[in-house]
């Protein structure tokens, strides 16, 4: 069954880059059909879908963060990232890993928060 | 920037049937929109219930339902249960593999 883990920093600095990986168990990202992807959650607040990708094919991303955001993989260790620049206090936020076809598999989440 | 409406909060009686809706600020929800709900309570990450419109995930009670109603997509609870209390999110497929949630419904069941 599918297993979605977040690792990374949970405090990154103010105009500095938010790097998180995905490590993902018990499926290949680059023999499955599934969609890999970031979503993030202010708290208190609602979710907002950050990008996705499918291995051989695209990579997409919500139109108010692609001049910051970049999804990379790593198919020798079965993990895909997150890359997002120029952080702010804004950017504070449970961080979630999700992949699926259809129904979506969620990692339990990460927060990072934005603070000097 | 596409915005995905949900009504804030709703509440439910234990055993009544309850309708969440999913609309567009700017035109109508099909099935082309791939309509996604999920459900999640504090402190969890997120749930998948139903995707695309009416398919249920595995492990999920026949009593949740998706459906498209009028132009939105709707999530339909028919005997709601005291651990339904949750918040329920959709998501719907906009363009060019791009993907939106909606606010989020908080919803009571008392």
């Known amino acids: 069954q599918l297993q979605l883990q977040e690792s990374g920093p949970g405090l990154v600095k103010p105009s500095e880059t938010l790097s998180l990986t995905c490590t993902v168990s018990d499926v290949s990202i680059s023999a499955s059909n599934f969609y890999w992807g970031w979503i993030r959650q202010p708290p208190g607040k609602g979710l907002e879908w950050i990008g996705n990708f499918h291995y051989g094919g695209t990579t997409n991303y919500n139109p108010s963060l692609k001049s910051r955001v970049s999804i990379s993989v790593d198919t020798s260790k079965n993990q895909f990232s997150l890359k997002m620049k120029y952080v702010t206090a804004a950017d504070t936020a449970v961080y979630y890993c999700?992949?699926?076809?259809?129904?979506?598999?969620w990692g339990p989440g990460m927060l990072v928060r934005v603070s000097s | 920037q596409t915005v995905v409406t949900q009504e804030p909060s709703v509440s439910v009686s234990p055993g009544g049937t309850v309708t969440l809706t999913c609309g567009l600020d700017?035109?109508?929800?099909?099935?082309?929109?791939?309509p996604t709900w999920y459900q999640q309570t504090p402190g969890h990450s997120p749930r998948t219930l139903i995707y695309t419109t009416n398919s249920r995930s595995s492990g999920v009670p026949d009593r949740f339902s998706g459906s498209i109603l009028g132009n939105k997509a709707a999530l339909t609870i028919t005997g709601a249960q005291a651990d339904d209390e949750a918040d329920y999110h959709c998501a719907l497929y906009v363009d060019s593999g791009t993907w939106v949630f909606g606010g989020g419904t908080k919803l009571t069941v008392l």
């Open positions: 999700a992949a699926g076809s259809g129904s979506t598999a």
């Open positions: 700017s035109g109508s929800v099909s099935s082309t929109s791939y």
